[in-house]
């Protein structure tokens, strides 16, 4: 259960809500002075105290901090200066979430009342002030953008809120608005509130406008004449009441709440996922430093490799075409979007923050959201900033600390749903420190114990620093599962199976489950273990072909069968194999997730989920089999809300270079041409077929 707080001008709302609906509302005058008004709040309160309530969400005029301290007032001066989340906490000891109350009534109305059933809403309030806030697929869109209160006019001659609000009207005429019968003024009001209109739209689209506030709450706003002069304007946003009235705060804090509080609703995202450095391109980090190194040129022409192909320069230059990548997951009807951000550019050097990447990731946060995508972001996915790198990148004693002060930041800066602190934090340990294949590539077995210990941590430190600031964020991390089996399951194979598991799929795992919210699973292939034998045994069946004698002998012709060339997928195998040899075995993605459930009991979403397929050969299949192994697994109870397929846009792929090709899109690095391929066609019908099935 939650509570549902509406504070407004002149009257203090609350309700009881199961998500649903409102239950129990009682109202009160607004006190004017703080200690007055926490007095009355609790007196409202008392009743449902004693219940088990989850979370409060209070709507408060103005803008208050994270930590409650109310910094600007609205009408309530005399709150001013005041820390309204400590002083609730008195007697409340659960979640407590302030957001403003035009941005919860937006929610409202976006959910439950006039918006409902529209993608773009934008709610205005007409009340003592003038407020408002714009929703997106029913969640409020976010990053900067202009109050409407503070658009100036056309002529830049009017205050809007002086004019149109129920302060500013009162204050000009020395009437208050419900006594004023001239109807020369109420014409000149719908003038000048039509001209409002018009600007708001000019700075956020809208599919409608809803008017809502004490303003609009009596016969002198005429909507039907706001409408006529609207079609006067090409694609002008039809203008309706608000339908929940006074309630509408109340509405909103119960979505906002909803939103926050429930991971395993009927909602369930389908997207696809990328990563900065692999798809941004113009980086500066270590892996650009190592990449261009004579060490790591050298290596690559001694392998006959063309280092041109192993340097990620301007990749696909999402950084600037991402608008042009979210329309088309858009069109391929994706409702969530993975990416990361790259600390490089946060941070640069520590301790000193660049407002403009900030800045352009709020940007592509508002664009995700225009487009319909549920944004999940990944805080780290493997490179580092060099003043981090340098110091001895995750081994580095220092790391959990700086990790979890760039997490705060970005917790502060964004407002998101859900967090993932680390991509694959095992794979970077192995790769970098056991393998020696990423930067600095020199194995070193101490510097791989030493990331053991720093990454889980790192999270730990990050989940607390983040739920410091933003305590509704959903918090979890990507983990590389790969499915053990015991070749025909011979004692020897089961124990070496059964250390597989420990080690790879839950010891690091473990240090951090409880600290999560929810996990993140990212699954590619099986191994299945045969004591004594280097050859991999594929299974008898792989759905599209029987193996037979010939693997052994195309791995003999093909010893470079791990490291993909251009020519590469010239090899056909008689079961079906990825460009970069790895065997496909898509339906065991449902035993692995339904593995971590049974281990974790905690939601899991898949965030990475794909094959290199140039030919687009075998990824259709691979995507329906792998869905329909997730949706097995549901039927059977796991808790699993999502699919993210890697990936988006084919993108540089770490030592592999450009040659293995990941992408739903295709991408013509030459000329940065998108091309969707078919199988992502193929996994729009079953995104389609989906919704209509819910």
């Known amino acids: 259960m939650y509570i549902c707080i509406d504070i407004g001008g002149t009257t203090t709302r609350v309700a009881l809500s199961d998500g649903k609906k409102l239950l129990d509302i009682a109202k009160a005058p607004t006190a004017k002075d703080f200690a007055e008004g926490i007095r009355v709040l609790k007196d409202l309160l008392a009743p449902n105290l004693s219940k088990p309530i989850s979370a409060i969400c209070i709507g408060m005029p103005g803008r208050t901090q994270p930590d409650g301290l109310i910094v ?347 967090i993932l602190t680390l991509n694959e934090p095992e794979v970077h340990a192995a790769a970098t420190y056991a393998h020696g294949v990423h930067p600095p590539a020199k194995k070193d077995y101490v510097g791989y114990l030493k990331a053991y210990r720093n990454l889980p941590k790192a999270h730990n430190l990050a989940h607390t620093a983040i739920k410091s600031v933003a305590p509704s964020v959903q918090v979890g991390m990507a983990t590389h599962q790969i499915l053990f089996q015991a070749y025909e399951g011979k004692l020897l194979n089961r124990i070496l199976a059964w250390v597989g598991n420990y080690w790879w799929n839950n010891r690091m795992l473990g240090g951090m489950h409880k600290q999560l919210d929810f996990i993140g699973v990212n699954f590619y292939f099986r191994k299945e273990l045969n004591f004594g034998s280097t050859l991999h045994q594929p299974h008898a069946s792989c759905h599209l072909h029987e193996v037979d004698a010939r693997e052994k002998d195309i791995r003999k012709k093909n010893p470079d069968i791990h490291t993909p060339y251009p020519n590469l997928h010239t090899v056909d195998f008689p079961c079906p194999y990825s460009d970069l040899g790895w065997e496909l075995y898509p339906h065991g993605l449902g035993e692995v997730v339904s593995n971590v459930w049974k281990r974790y009991s905690l939601p899991v979403i898949v965030t990475e989920n794909g094959l290199a397929d140039q030919r687009d050969k075998y990824r259709a299949w691979y995507i329906t089999e792998a869905v329909d192994s997730l949706m097995q697994a549901q039927k059977s109870g796991v808790n699993i809300f999502g699919y993210l397929h890697w990936s988006l846009l084919d993108n540089f792929e770490w030592q592999d270079g450009y040659a293995p090709r990941f992408g739903l899109i295709e991408v013509d690095y030459s000329t940065l041409e998108r091309k969707v391929r078919p199988s992502a066609y193929k996994y729009k019908k079953i995104i389609d077929g989906f919704s209509k099935n819910l």
């Open 72 to 418: 600007t007032d609205g009408m309530l001066k005399g709150w001013r200066g005041h820390n309204l989340k400590a002083a609730v906490q008195e007697f409340f000891s659960g979640d407590i979430l302030i957001e403003n109350d035009a941005s919860l009534a937006t929610l409202g109305e976006a959910n439950f009342g006039a918006g409902r059933g529209y993608t773009h809403v934008v709610y205005l309030t007409l009340s003592t002030g003038l407020g408002g806030d714009t929703a997106i697929g029913g969640k409020l869109l976010r990053g900067p953008h202009i109050e409407p209160k503070k658009v100036s006019s056309i002529s830049g001659t009017v205050n809007f809120e002086a004019y149109l609000s129920g302060t500013g009207v009162e204050s000009r005429t020395g009437k208050k608005p419900h006594e004023i019968t001239d109807p020369d003024f109420w014409r000149d009001y719908h003038h000048i509130l039509f001209e409002w209109l018009q600007k708001v739209t000019q700075l956020w689209k809208a599919d409608i406008l809803v008017l809502g506030g004490g303003m609009v709450n009596h016969d002198h706003i005429d909507f039907e004449k706001l409408n006529e002069l609207g079609k006067g304007i090409d694609r002008f946003p039809e203008i309706k009441r608000t339908a929940l009235g006074d309630e509408v705060g109340l509405y909103g804090a119960m979505a906002f709440l909803s939103s926050r509080y429930s991971l395993h609703d009927t909602r369930f995202f389908f997207g696809a996922a990328t990563a900065a450095h692999q798809v941004e391109g113009n980086l500066h980090n270590n892996w650009t430093e190592w990449e261009q190194s004579t060490e790591r040129l050298t290596q690559l022409k001694s392998q006959g490799k063309d280092p041109a192909n192993f340097i990620s320069g301007r990749g696909a230059d999402h950084w600037r075409l991402y608008d042009q990548d979210f329309a088309l997951a858009e069109s391929l009807s994706h409702t969530a979007y993975r990416f990361s951000v790259e600390w490089s550019r946060l941070e640069p050097e520590e301790g000193k923050w660049d407002s403009e990447a900030f800045a352009h990731y709020h940007d592509m946060i508002v664009s995700m959201r225009n487009h319909g995508l549920e944004p999940f972001m990944t805080l780290w996915h493997w490179t580092l900033p060099l003043w981090v790198y340098n110091q001895g990148g995750v081994a580095w004693s220092g790391f959990p600390n700086a990790f979890a002060r760039f997490a705060k930041k970005c917790a502060e800066e964004f407002d998101l749903h859900y």
